[in-house]
């Protein structure tokens, strides 16, 4: 069974400042997925996004880049000019390749406050 | 639009009686998910279908049960063998339709479930 840590239950930055985000996980699989989710005070689940992990280029969403280390099985995320509007809870979450449908295992989330 | 719909956003049930949540996709998905999401608890996976007629326990599917008799509908009830049913229930789906991708879930708005 895969697991996902995040160890920062809560986080805070300046707008306009670059916060970094962690993420853990433990597997035996090879192939996989990793997400970042973001849920604003809506409770809307929105995907930042998405590596590969066959993949050694890191995935970059404009200000969203993500610190990918397969072989520490860690998934960091930073978010560059932090706005306002990342204030939101943000999940980790790993998936299985199964070259199919596969099922999402998620972290407890790190609620992320950005103030002015 | 295409999205994914869950109804009602709210609702309320004495303890004792079964209730149906429902999840409605018109993204062409073959596959659709029910979490489950607790405060400080991340997402956890209750029941999952990849195929009409078709569907799997997750995580912590006991107390639930679920149907795929359509492929737009995947509607979970909380039955009363469900020890602690108040929680946000959030429906997800995934598909290779729309340039989608078979392993990105796309997420309802969610339907926040207290009994009395």
């Known amino acids: 069974a895969q697991t996902v840590t995040q160890s920062q239950p809560e986080m805070s930055v300046q707008e306009a400042e670059t916060v970094t985000l962690s993420c853990t996980y433990d597997?035996?699989?090879?192939?996989?997925?990793l997400f970042w989710y973001k849920q604003p005070p809506s409770r809307q689940m929105i995907l930042v996004i998405r590596q590969e992990a066959y993949k050694q280029q890191n995935a970059t969403e404009n200000r969203f880049s993500v610190n990918f280390q397969k072989a520490a099985k860690s998934f960091s995320l930073k978010i560059s000019d932090s706005q306002l509007g990342d204030t939101a809870m943000y999940f980790c979450a790993f998936m299985k390749d199964v070259g199919g449908y596969s099922t999402l295992t998620f972290g407890k989330g790190t609620m992320l406050l950005v103030s002015p | 639009d295409g999205g994914i719909t869950q109804s009602p956003k709210y609702l309320f049930r004495k303890e004792g009686q079964n209730v149906t949540l429902s999840c409605e996709q018109n993204l062409n998905h073959d596959a659709m998910y029910w979490y489950r999401q607790d405060p400080g608890q991340g997402l956890r996976l209750i029941y999952y279908?990849?195929?009409?007629?078709?569907?799997q326990k997750g995580d912590i599917a006991e107390g639930y049960s679920v149907s795929r008799e359509k492929k737009e509908s995947f509607p979970l009830t909380v039955t009363s063998a469900q020890k602690n049913p108040t929680a946000f229930y959030l429906c997800a789906s995934s598909g290779t339709s729309g340039g989608s991708s078979y392993n990105e879930q796309f997420f309802g708005p969610g339907t926040r479930l207290t009994v009395l």
């Open positions: 597997t035996s699989e090879n192939n996989y997925y």
């Open positions: 279908s990849q195929i009409v007629n078709d569907f």
